[in-house]
């Protein structure tokens, strides 16, 4: 009887933490697509800037395309982190699931 305690407590503690990785995990998803936008806002800018004739590109300070190519830059290596880290928490969270599902495979063993 105790087993199936120790079982159904693990169990509920699996629960929740899978209930904080889901929540992390859209989190996450959240961040992705606004770090998504705010790439293609920089790629639209950058095209808009390459698709202008000479006279007006020389308007543009070189200064503005070094801010924009900068911010696109760090945009997607935040957008990699998130989607590695996205990664990270999932096979954390699957192999929790798995050891736990062995432990009770285990326990059941026993009866």
Do not use: Y
Request: with cysteine; glycine share 4%.
């Amino acid at each position: 009887m105790e087993v199936l305690c120790d079982v159904a407590s693990k169990a509920e503690a699996l629960k929740e933490e899978a209930t904080e990785v889901l929540q992390e995990i859209r989190d996450l998803n959240v961040a992705i697509s606004s770090m998504r936008q705010q790439v293609k806002v920089a790629e639209n800018r950058l095209g808009f800037l390459r698709g202008k004739t000479p006279s007006h590109v020389e308007s543009i300070s070189c200064d503005e395309m070094t801010d924009l190519s900068g911010r696109l830059k760090r945009v997607t290596r935040r957008h990699r982190a998130l989607l590695v880290l996205n990664m990270i928490a999932l096979c954390g969270f699957l192999a929790h699931l798995v050891l736990t599902l062995v432990d009770q495979k285990s326990a059941n063993n026993i009866f």
